[in-house]
Nanobody
Framework: VQLQAFGGGLVQTGGSRRLPCASS????????MGWYRQAPGKQREAVAH???????NYADSVNARFTISRDNAKNTVYLQMNSLKPEDTVVYFC??????????????WGQGTQVTVSS
């Protein structure tokens, strides 16, 4: 499974950005897809997850501002980020946790995409 994240860039405080993450394989059977982020010198933290059944979870810091979704037809998971704050300025990574899948078991990471929120 190869993941390609893109959509990062510069955005003003209060603005919005959508990050797509495209998978090289069908995602309809991938158990959990998600987004993480990592600031320099800090641990990578979970931002949002969505299960194969559509259950979503968010970090408290982004709840009500960010929305995760998956489009099985396009093999893509999205992170819609609204009301962006300067502290959202980090590198974002997409992730697949398919440790318990029937096939393609494992944990997979995409390359990071930088989001910079100007104050």
């Amino acid at each position: 499974v190869q993941l390609q994240a893109f959509g990062g860039g510069l955005v003003q405080t209060g603005g919005s950005r959508r990050l797509p993450c495209a998978s090289s394989v069908n995602i309809f059977s991938l158990n959990v897809m998600g987004w993480y982020r990592q600031a320099p010198g800090k641990q990578r933290e979970a931002v949002a997850h969505i299960t194969v059944g559509g259950i979503k979870n968010y970090a408290d810091s982004v709840n009500a501002r960010f929305t995760i979704s998956r489009d099985n037809a396009k093999n893509t998971v999205y992170l819609q980020m609204n009301s962006l704050k300067p502290e959202d300025t980090v590198v974002y990574f997409c992730n697949v946790d398919n440790r318990y899948g029937l096939t393609q078991r494992g944990i997979y990471w995409g390359q990071g995409t930088q989001v910079t929120v100007s104050s």
